[in-house]
C-alpha cells in the first residue's frame, strides 16, 4: 500500500513530491492512518530499499487496503500507474493508484476520470482469480458507471509456437468482453515493459 493519511492529508509515495522525503517521513512514522479503516500504519522505506517504499498496517489487520501482491503485480501496477500520469495527465481530472471506492467497498489498481466525466479503472491482473470474482468486480464497476480495463500478466497467456497459444482461465474470462474488443488481450510484462495486443483469440 502506497498511500496513507498524515495531518489531514493522503500521501501518496508514488507521487514525485516524496521522493526525497524519506527523512521527513520516517520522523513521523506514527502519525500516518490508513485511508480506508483509520487504523494506524507505518512507513517501510529502508536507505538501501530493496522494494517501493511503501506503507503496512501495525497490526494485523481485516482491513481490505493490504499488500499480498506479488512483486511483479506491484511493479506493473506502479508502471502503468506513472505511464497514465505522462501520458492522459492534460486530458484528466484525477489518476489515482490504489483507488477506493465506498460504494462498492473496491480498491482500483489505476482509477482516471477524464474532464468530459468519463471514469476508467485500470486492472493490472496476473494471478489466475476465479470467474466468478471477476465478472463480480467487473459487476460492481459497471453498477458505478466506470469503464474497467483489463491489462493481464504476460503470465497469463503462453504462446505455444507460432500461431498457437493457452491462456489462463482468468484470461479466457476476459476474451469473451474486453474493452479492447471481442477476442483481444493485452499483456504487460513489467520487468520487460513489454505490451503485447492479442487478437484472434
Ligand atoms: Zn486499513
Redesign the pocket.
Known sequence: MYKAIFDDNIVNLLNDEYKDKREYLKANNDHFN?P??K?KVRLRWAEKAIRAPHFY?KSI?E?I?HDSESPEHRDGKINLFNYFLANLQHKTEIIDVEHYLPETNQIADIYIKFINGTQWVVEYQRSNIPSEVLIERRSKYKSLGIQDIWILGENVVTENGFLECSVLNIGQTLVSETSFGKGSLVTYNPLSNEVIVYRGL
Open positions: 490508513c480506508i479503516c487504523e498496517h489487520s482491513c487496503y
